[in-house]
């Protein structure tokens, strides 16, 4: 059982891949106690991971049923939880406490739910070691830098309005599993 055996669940590409379940987790952490550019830092060394762990798997012939759900499962902490965690903890100075926070809250989690769906809906589609030409509906890693994007400028007062950006992650949550062809890189 080694780094480049297929039967190894903690093969070269699944250890990239846990590495990534891991910076999710601690960047949630970095979230709570106001550390956001840590948590963004954090972020996007998972996004290089996930990146990493899929040509590991092609280039090692790698690529496992098991691989593909840890990859989702990395995916969804990642790319669906912590960017809206991270967009929340950010406005919550400026939204309304009470009523706003909860409707807030709520479209949060439907952005996750959606994340969600969208992440089995494309395992039930994905073959072992295939990669599609399209993605059919925007990626969770491409909707996770949209809310960075998001935070960004909410966080520079581009845009100051919290129902400005919660309509906006609306419209990322709906993108996520959409009929959008979006090029696979």
Not at 8 to 17: D, H, K, S
């Amino acid at each position: 059982m080694g780094l480049f055996d297929k039967d190894n669940r903690f093969n070269i590409a699944n250890l990239v891949t846990y590495l990534n379940v891991a910076l999710g987790i601690v960047a949630i952490y970095f979230i709570v106690k106001g550390d956001f550019f840590t948590a963004i830092i954090l972020a996007w060394i998972a996004g290089i991971c996930d990146i990493a762990d899929g040509k590991l798997a092609r280039k090692y012939k790698l690529s496992t049923e098991f691989g593909i759900q840890l990859d989702s499962f990395a995916d969804f902490l990642s790319f669906v939880v912590m960017p809206p965690f991270l967009l929340f903890y950010a406005m919550k100075p400026s939204i309304v406490s009470g009523w706003g926070e909860l409707v807030v809250g709520l479209i949060f989690i439907a952005y996750i739910i959606a994340g969600l769906r969208r992440l089995i809906e494309f395992n039930l589609k994905v073959e072992e070691g295939e990669v599609a030409k399209y993605f059919e509906g925007v990626p969770t890693p491409l909707g996770a830098i949209l809310l960075w994007v998001l935070y960004l400028l909410f966080s520079y007062g581009v845009i100051s309005s919290v129902t400005i950006v919660t309509l906006l992650v609306i419209a990322v949550a709906w993108s996520m599993n959409s009929k959008l062809k979006i090029p696979h890189p």
